[in-house]
């Protein structure tokens, strides 16, 4: 036979036909019908992803018996809920595969983990006693990819704003990946099961529809959302400035960038507050960050008001958000509902191969340039910045940004794009930000991974910029020039004290390194007063009034 797999979902969805005739089901029936249709050894997506989780859905399969389920492969792109770790501890999983831990894992010396901020030795016990195995740590890209591949999915559960009665799903702003997680496995004949915040006979628009979806559930209440690319501008310091002044003065304006994401921080939401201010007296509108893939930074706000961005492709919406991007159509991809549309798959795309910049923070950087977020006992996943990180050898078009970066006069001679790290050169607490070599490299023998977790790998970075100045790696001539030029950006560490005053000013008469002073900028200047907004509620008056923070963020 050649439908062995369409049989099975028959199967599975007939062993639920006690609990519903239809698709849908009473949220107190959740439990059972996971029972029915859910098999060891089951390969499972639970959305979460970097916003919306499905949450009650993730509590219902924590509460399944482990005697009928068990050694379920779990497939979370974004791990933040307690409950999803319930389900190792308890026994219904046995692996995770996963992009991005929302808080993280952290690693104590002695082996010993906490998850989402909770202290405990629950992680440490798990890995020890193989009752968790991290299949794999992704990047975005990496995790849909294999989901058509060699990761097929058997059940898919997510979450949604509304469901119409013929099963047509709207996700609203915050779609992320959602469609492309119910393809996968819809079409492998896999079963599909659906939160959702209400059940109505008409939804905004269809942003999946309801052939591809099984079971659908209106949650008890609304599905979990958290701010998480909201940054405050009362946090911003003067270091921040300072370092972007010169990321817009010594890489913005010298390379043209118009095309860039940026990561979430400080550091980037100093930039972003800066356009309307530095930007524009470099005369800089128009002829940098024009077009952006990025989700809807409140940070944004002050240069799309004053005219700087021209379009802005989202991975995800973010909360407060939602009104803004509703009546600045010209920026933001919205459908005729008015509401965002966001595709973190796309955006991926987008910012894999549609940009000219990458520009992201990062926890530690070794000698050659390497970066991870894995440090000081932690463990966290990728998520996007790999993909946007890394200067794609399949682009074939050009740009005067990509072209700005050939070094040589060979005749097939490529541009590439530009990757920056930006971080303070002392992290909170006095540690340094680039060392000799990573700690992820001890940390992945501890949580015995397979291969060290290399956020960025150094041969992809252009440039590093701390408060202390600008290493143009991309210029570095070999080795030696490469390590030398993060020593002259390391501070007062080990690693800045390891390199001389003469080397240094051999790399700045190369322009290899560049310090505020050899860009005419003068670290006095850079203060507060030169944001574009210095709070949350300045952000709001720059809206008028159609952006609302979120309560952590309001005084």
Known sequence: MWN?????????????????????????????????????????????????????????????????????????PSASKKEHLDLFSLKIASTLDFSYAGQSLKIASTLDFSYAGQSSLRIAQMIDNGTLKIGSIHTYLELYSRLFVDLIPNVCLIAAEKADRHGNLFTGPNTEETPTLVEATAFRHG????????????????????????????????????????????KITDSHILS????????????????LNHGIGLNTAAIELLLPTYGEKLALKGKICTNWVINPHPTLIPAIETGWVKSICSFGGELGMEEYTRARSDVFATGRDGSLRSNRVLAQMAGLYGIDMFIGSTLQIDSLGNSSTVTNNRLSGFGGAPNMGHNPGGRRHSSETWQ????????????????????????????????????????????????????????????????????????????????????????????????????????????????????EINPEEANRSMLSAQSINQLVEWSGGLYHPPKSFQP
């Open 404 to 519: 700005s970066l050939i070094t040589s006069n060979q005749p097939l001679a490529r541009g590439r794009k530009l990757v920056v790290q930006v971080a303070s050169s002392l992290k909170n607490g006095g540690e340094p930000l680039i060392v000799e070599s990573l700690d992820a490299i001890e940390i992945t023998r501890k949580a015995k991974l397979a291969e060290v977790p290399v956020m960025v790998y150094g041969d992809d970075v252009t440039h590093v910029v701390t408060d202390q100045g600008i290493a143009n790696l991309y210029l570095a001539e070999n080795i030696d020039e490469r390590r030398n030029a993060l020593a002259a950006i390391a501070g007062n560490t080990k690693m800045g004290n390891s390199i001389s005053s003469e080397d240094v000013s051999k790399l700045r008469s190369k322009g290899i390194v560049a310090f505020p002073l050899d860009l």
């Open 191 to 234: 079963i599909v099961i659906a939160q959702v915040n209400e059940i109505a006979d008409e939804i905004d628009r269809v942003d999946i529809p309801g052939g591809w979806i099984d079971f659908i559930v209106q949650s008890p209440s609304p599905y979990t959302i958290e701010p998480i690319f909201t940054r405050d501008p009362a």
């Open 4 to 76: 062995n797999a369409m049989q099975n979902k028959y199967n599975r969805i007939a062993s639920a036909d006690h609990l519903t005739k239809s698709m849908f089901i009473e949220p107190e029936q959740i439990g059972a019908l996971l029972e029915a249709v859910i098999r060891p050894y089951d390969r499972v997506i639970l959305e979460g992803n970097n916003q919306k989780q499905a949450d009650f859905l993730a509590r219902s399969l924590a509460a399944v018996n482990a005697d009928k389920i068990h050694h379920l492969n779990m497939i979370i």
């Open 244 to 259: 972007a002044m010169m990321c817009i003065k010594g890489i913005y304006r010298k390379h043209q960038v118009k095309t």
